[in-house]
Nanobody, 131 residues
Framework: QVQSVESGGGTVQPGGSLRLSCVPA?????????IGWFRQAPGKEREGVAA????????YYADSVKGRFTISKGNPENTVWLQMNSLKPEDSGVYYC???????????????????????WGQGTQVTVSS
């Protein structure tokens, strides 16, 4: 099966920036589809951090990243970016993306995605924020 592909991670100092790219598997371009970014820190559950409704451009963020992260559509349209500014050590983790119904994706923003039955997770991209 085709899996999501994430890239752009790296190691930065606190206050630094990174731009992640994602091509989510399972994105059907249906009007009910949304795309989300998720992250998982060591010893913690995967959580939703941001989401976008490609159909209209609406964006959604977890409180922990609001004002610092920006999710946007790329070109081609099935590419999604996550611009991360003012990074903090607690932003460290493996970042993943997924596409599913907006009903599902938006429910997970700011919440645990442990029960999310998405079968197309990619390998993710590692983000490390450390001095």
């Amino acid at each position: 099966q085709v899996q999501s592909v994430e890239s752009g991670g790296g190691t930065v100092q606190p206050g630094g920036s990174l731009r992640l790219s994602c091509v989510p598997a399972g994105y059907t371009h249906a009007s009910t589809d949304c795309i989300g970014w998720f992250r998982q820190a060591p010893g913690k559950e995967r959580e939703g951090v941001a989401a976008i409704y490609p159909g209209g451009g609406s964006t959604y963020y977890a409180d922990s990243v609001k004002g610092r992260f920006t999710i946007s559509k790329g070109n081609p349209e099935n590419t999604v970016w996550l611009q991360m500014n003012s990074l903090k050590p607690e932003d460290s983790g493996v970042y993943y993306c997924a596409a599913d119904s907006c009903t599902q994706i938006l429910l997970l923003v700011g919440r645990s995605a442990q029960a999310f039955q998405y079968q197309l997770w990619g390998q993710g991209t590692q983000v490390t924020v450390s001095s």
